[in-house]
């Protein structure tokens, strides 16, 4: 299952999403927190809860995430 699947099943909670950006002195390691609003493919937005400011962010640099609640990972299908 992609990335942008799982969490597309997880809109609307709070996460920590951290990333590496390896060529950059600047931005070398960044975190950021906020509440899921949309994934795709190759992307997710999350919305700092403080606020307002919304974060178009790239899986290219992505590393990993935390959440304080329990995730849903699975598609429910009908039986």
């Given at each position: 299952?992609?990335?942008g699947n799982?969490?597309?099943l997880?809109?609307?909670?709070?996460?920590?999403?951290y990333f590496t950006f390896s060529s950059s002195n600047q931005w070398r390691d960044r975190?950021?927190?906020?509440?899921?609003?949309?994934?795709?493919?190759?992307?997710?937005?999350i919305k700092d809860p403080e606020s307002e400011k919304r974060y178009?962010?790239?899986f290219i640099y992505y590393?990993?995430?935390e959440f304080d609640e329990e995730l849903d990972h699975q598609y429910n299908t009908p039986q």
């Open positions: 299952m992609y990335l799982i969490l597309r997880n809109i609307g909670k709070l996460g920590t999403f975190t950021f927190t906020g509440i899921l609003e949309d994934a795709g493919m190759d992307y997710f937005i178009l962010l790239s590393v990993w995430s």
